[in-house]
């Protein structure tokens, strides 16, 4: 997990709010990526971004925002358009969407609406 | 469509005997392969990756894991498991098409003292 925070730990919302979970991280790494994990469903892509103000929806976007206006920095919002937000939320960096590259995760925030 | 499948949900096995967590895969184009572990409630952790070369690569705390490309598997392995690997390991794939990984459900490994 080192080089990558995530925060908070653990998040409780109301339905109807949106929410902004922080991801940051001091590897100098060009590629983010985030990631929904439920349980028996594995993780499941929501956004990525390859270089600072660019980004790509992932297979789940839908719900979901981001943006990346700095290269340590790749913060996602949940909308209140995300029907069912209640998830672990998991953060992940290369250092450049390359093949070949491990990607490496932060502590995770989980998520739940009350 | 590229996909990867860890066909047991749990394994089960005695401290000090051997493991093994099967992942199989489907991927045009050559494999790029990859294990995670992940403990609760943290993130995961990267354990070994298959890029070219030797066929049994090894990682981090004792575990291997060996690529069959007319099997299309890759089987993580332990010689002697220990009861702190207790965890919910992770096979991935690297989508040849858009270089995203695509992950396996999870396999969640128990093993008694």
């Known amino acids: 997990d080192g080089g990558i925070t995530q925060s908070p730990k653990y998040l409780f919302r109301k339905e109807g709010q949106n929410v902004t979970l922080s991801c940051e991280q001091n590897l100098n790494h060009d590629a983010m990526y985030w990631y929904r994990q439920d349980p028996g469903q594995g993780l499941r892509l929501i956004y990525y971004?390859?270089?600072?103000?660019?980004?790509q929806k992932g297979d789940i976007a839908e719900g979901y925002s981001v943006s990346r206006e700095k290269k340590e920095s790749f913060p996602l919002t949940v909308t209140s358009a995300q029907k069912n937000p209640t998830a672990f939320y998991l953060c992940a960096t290369t250092p450049r969407l390359a093949d070949t590259d491990t990607q490496y995760f932060g502590p995770g925030t989980r998520l739940t609406v009350l | 469509a590229q996909s990867v499948a860890q066909p047991e949900d749990q394994v089960n096995v005695a401290e000090g005997n051997p493991l093994t967590v099967k992942c199989t895969y489907s991927v045009s184009g050559n494999p790029y392969l990859f294990w995670y572990v992940q403990y609760p409630n943290r993130g995961l952790q990267f354990l070994l990756k298959y890029i070219t070369g030797d066929n049994l690569v090894k990682g981090s705390y004792g575990f291997e894991a060996e690529f069959n490309k007319s099997q299309t598997s890759f089987h993580l392995k332990k010689p002697s498991a220990l009861v702190s690997d207790s965890a919910l390991y992770f096979c991935?794939?690297?989508?040849?098409?858009?270089?995203?990984?695509?992950f396996g459900t999870g396999t969640r490994l128990q093993v008694f003292p």
């Open positions: 991935a794939v690297r989508d040849g098409d858009t270089d995203k990984l695509i």
């Open positions: 971004s390859q270089i600072v103000n660019d980004f």
